[in-house]
């Protein structure tokens, strides 16, 4: 005689990949990806690569959140943010971001630590668990002010005069005090506290009253460039500085 049926139950658990893409203003100065969750204004899509071909796209959502559900077992993985809504079967997109924002980092969990390449990719190794916190940190570039102050007459001979105030700001950091000087005049000498700059020289925690230039006599022209560096190190576009100078003249 046979026994009544019984039910055999297997319950299985779908594995997954999430992650958050951070406003971080400050990069990996503090070896941290974090920050406010952001999605750049709502063009980015986080694409889950595999063998070199995207195998899950989603849009990162508005709070930066992104999810991919029911990923496989003990699969090597790579998550890809970029601009570009990936094809599944077909080959990955390039990481990328919009117009103004840049890369900070990427890591996995959420203290300290990153993947050693600031890039927009982040590898992913599932094994038999889910994996959370696979974080992206990306942020905005500041911006450096042309400056073009009126013409002032040339004091002529070693003396000095105050350069304008450089100034930047950016989206994330409430003012700008690290300033490069890419490139230099070539009918005068600039200083910093009393020390001739040289190109590419950084300054620190800025005082505008120390930037000073000797101008070559004469009525002449002086330029330099430079670039404001904001909170994660990035730089701005280079802006250029412009000081006419007028001579005297003594006519009989």
């Known amino acids: 005689k046979e026994s009544a ?41 986080a694409n889950l690569v595999t063998a070199g071909n995207v195998s899950q796209v989603v849009a990162v959502a508005a709070d930066g959140s992104y999810s991919f559900g029911t990923v496989v077992p003990n699969t090597n993985y790579t998550v890809v943010l970029s601009t570009t809504q990936g094809t599944v079967g077909a080959a990955a997109p390039a990481a990328a971001l919009p117009a103004g924002w840049v890369n900070t980092g990427e890591n996995i969990g959420t203290g300290a630590g990153n993947d050693g390449t600031v890039n ?25 002010s042309a400056l073009n102050p009126a013409a002032q007459i040339n004091p002529g001979g070693t003396t000095k005069v105050t350069a304008p105030t450089l100034s930047g700001t950016d989206p994330e950091d409430p003012s700008i005090t690290t300033f490069i000087i890419k490139t230099l005049p070539t009918n005068g000498t600039l200083y910093y506290n009393n020390i001739a700059v040289t190109a590419g020289q950084t300054i620190t925690a800025y005082n505008s009253s120390l930037l000073t230039l000797d101008p070559n006599d004469g009525s002449i022209t002086a330029t330099f460039t430079y670039t404001a560096v904001d909170a994660a190190g990035k730089e701005s576009s280079a802006a250029t500085v412009t000081m006419p100078f007028t001579a005297l003249s003594i006519a009989g």
Do not use: K, Q
């Not at 039910?7 to 990996?28: K, S």
């Open 5 to 45: 049926a019984a039910t055999v139950t297997m319950p299985f658990t779908a594995l997954n990949v999430t992650g958050t893409v951070f406003d971080d203003a400050n990069g990996l100065s503090d070896s941290i990806v974090n920050g406010t969750g952001t999605n750049a204004g709502g063009a980015l899509y």
């Open 120 to 144: 927009g990719s982040l590898t992913v190794a599932v094994t038999t668990s889910s994996v959370s916190n696979a974080n992206f940190g990306i942020e905005r570039t500041p911006t450096a």
